[in-house]
């Protein structure tokens, strides 16, 4: 099981037929994480690791049925974004099926909660909120980082938002989403310190673009703006992956970065 990356070390430089890019999206069952998961199980030699709630769903039956390129699998694991033990336990699953590195982890999986301004703000909310889309994600990373210290050139994406800016902040607020924004602002301060933190790895956050999902189709409607306003799934991905696979520490890394390539202030 250990031996792929054994030659993995001893020979960086001359990789073999039997190498896989490894990468692990979470929230994958629909929206952008399924986006991704079709996107890179599309290309061949990836092992394409993807976490949903439920193992026994429909969902995971439709992922399953989708047939990898050559040489591509698909594991699914069982990630439900509130617990604080399922990212090791899914981490440990992965490496009983032989997966003994992570190359690009996705932290795809997000909620919005309530959307409004500060007189808005249910606690409840807020505090549920701030687990799925902060707490998860560095529970994520702590599980997953002796995989990613096994990867030549590992990546950490943060599937971030626009309205997580505290600098353009005069820019967004006609939007007011107190909990999504201030959630988002804190997995981007974790994305930059990982940056920050582990030499090895490059780590950005990513702003998708207003994405015609179930959940930005809701913010549409919720701020009274126009259809036209959103961008497909396949646009989203599209750049996403892009952006993805052109990262580099030193151009990219701890940089928060729109679907398109441009560059946003924290």
Same mark, same amino acid.
């Given at each position: ?25 979470? %929230? ?11 996107? &890179? ?9 993807? /976490? ?56 795809? /999986? ?48 943060? =599937? ?35 940056? =920050?933190?582990? /030499? ?8 998708? %673009? ?8 809701? %913010? ?18 599209? %750049? ?15 940089? &928060? ?10």
């Amino acid at each position: 099981m250990r031996s792929e990356n054994t030659n993995h070390h001893h020979s960086s430089k001359q990789h073999t037929m039997s190498s896989t890019t490894n990468v692990l999206i979470t %929230g994958a069952g629909r929206g952008l994480g399924r986006g991704f998961l079709t996107t &890179f199980l599309a290309r061949p030699n990836h092992i394409v690791i993807g /976490s949903i709630r439920d193992l026994d769903s429909t969902t995971a039956q439709d992922l399953r049925a989708i047939t990898p390129a050559s040489g591509s699998r698909l594991i699914l694991v069982k990630i439900e974004a509130t617990s604080t033990t399922d990212p090791a336990d899914a981490i440990r699953q992965i490496e009983a099926e032989g997966v003994s590195k992570l190359d690009v982890v996705i932290a795809n /999986s997000g909620i919005t909660g309530t959307q409004g301004g500060l007189e808005t703000v249910d606690p409840a909310d807020f505090m549920h909120v701030l687990l799925v889309n902060a707490v998860a994600p560095t529970a994520l990373f702590n599980a997953a980082q002796p995989l990613f210290d096994k990867a030549e050139n590992p990546k950490w994406v943060s =599937i971030s938002t626009l309205m997580a800016t505290i600098n353009g902040l005069e820019k967004t607020a006609a939007w007011p989403s107190v909990p999504y924004s201030a959630s988002k602002a804190a997995l981007n301060f974790i994305t930059k310190s990982i940056h =920050i933190w582990r /030499s090895n790895i490059t780590a950005i956050s990513v702003h998708p %673009g207003f994405v015609a999902t179930d959940m930005g189709k809701s %913010g549409i409607k919720f701020y009274n703006l126009p259809e036209e306003a959103a961008i497909s799934v396949e646009d989203s991905v599209s %750049g996403v992956t892009k952006l993805i696979d052109n990262a580099t520490r030193a151009e990219h890394s701890g940089k &928060f970065i729109s679907y398109d390539g441009s560059f946003l202030e924290w």
